[in-house]
């Protein structure tokens, strides 16, 4: 993301000057003014300017810039073999760019078409290893792919933004986002993301949601904020209990409301284990320990797992889940880790 400038422009002066007309009082008095205007919006946006970038700082801060290595990037060759839905992707032009432009431009091309993006997007990641950075492009779309109603897609902006932080699925990886946890530094907040990422990575997942679960018992709301979005990638069982406690006892609104979102629809939670979380939640309907607020977030959660409404309404809920029949109702096994296949 190379800035670049034009060429300098040099501006010649007319070689006569035209005689100059002493203003009047009262444009004087217009000049003042205008300069007056001039001054005040500079200092405006001045002032704007200091507040952005004190918030991009901050940014950076919570999201670490990996600096390139130095020295020549060697190119990835893309192993692909002909796939129908594949005309839109020029994959002979993908091969010659660099392994960073290879994972920017096929993760955006899965958001938009996962097939067969994923599929090379698979092939790559262990060449690509070494050669990525976490630039502010890549973040993004990791952000957005994790929006994706495709859980594969999901699974493959991970496997980058690991591949990009230099987290290999080893012990050694868990042990260093430890540290970084436990450091009291900024980087604490995406370690705890990234945990939960590792962990729904195969990479120790009992231990990741052992230290996700104690740290939503923070005193810092932000920590709450970041463990509950870790719970959310781990995407396990114990995931769920922990989260719909979180829903229902967290005292920041705002964390109760993530804690909802992550139940409902972000992370890596399968749709088979968001309707494990139906029963409980109409318990929760049912407690009249919850202020109002909350019991909307329970029923907003509830619409959002099931596609059915019925408001607050708990003996209409547990009716309609009484007789909603279906396979995903009660599924053969609770948790499997999600594929890019």
Not at 84 to 93: L, R, S
Not at 120 to 142: A, K, M, P, Q, Y
Not at 196 to 201: C, D, E, F, I, M
Request: aromatic share 6%.
């Amino acid at each position: 993301m190379a800035n670049s400038t034009g060429p300098t422009k040099t501006i010649l002066s007319n070689a006569i000057t035209p005689r100059l007309k002493v203003p009047s009082a009262h444009r004087w008095l217009s000049y003042v003014l205008a300069f007056a205007g001039l001054a005040l919006l500079a200092t405006g946006v001045g002032f704007f300017a200091g507040r952005c970038q004190g918030a991009f700082t901050k940014w950076l801060k919570m999201h670490p810039v990996v600096a390139a290595e130095a020295g020549p990037i060697a190119s990835s060759q893309l192993v692909s073999a002909p796939q129908p839905g594949a005309k839109t992707i020029d994959t002979e032009e993908i091969s010659h760019l660099a392994p960073q432009q290879q994972a920017e431009r096929l993760l955006e091309l899965a958001i938009q078409q996962p097939d067969p993006s994923l599929s090379l997007i698979h092939r790559n990641l262990t060449s690509w290893r070494g050669h990525l950075e976490d630039s502010d492009r890549l973040f993004h779309l990791v952000m957005e792919a994790l929006k994706s109603n495709d859980p594969r897609v999901r699974v493959a902006a991970v496997e980058i933004d690991l591949a990009a932080n230099n987290l290999v699925k080893a012990p050694e990886s868990f042990e260093k986002l430890q540290r970084q946890i436990q450091s009291g530094s900024d980087e604490r907040y995406m370690a705890l993301w990234r945990l939960g990422a590792l962990g729904n990575r195969g990479v120790a997942p009992a231990e990741a949601f052992r230290t996700l679960k104690l740290y939503t018992q923070s005193r810092n709301q932000e920590v709450r904020f970041w463990a509950v979005e870790g719970l959310a990638m781990l995407g396990s069982p114990e995931s769920i209990d922990a989260l719909l406690d979180t829903l229902a006892h967290d005292p920041a609104a705002q964390i109760r409301q993530h804690a909802a979102n992550a139940l409902s629809r972000s992370g890596l939670l399968t749709g088979e284990q968001r309707l494990t979380a139906v029963p409980q939640l109409l318990n929760l309907l049912d407690d009249d320990s919850l202020d109002a607020a909350t019991q909307g977030l329970v029923c907003s959660t509830l619409e959002s797992i099931t596609g059915a409404s019925f408001g607050k309404n708990a003996g209409a809920w547990r009716d309609w889940w009484a007789h909603h029949d279906s396979r995903e109702k009660h599924p053969s096994h609770r948790y499997a880790g999600l594929s890019l296949a």
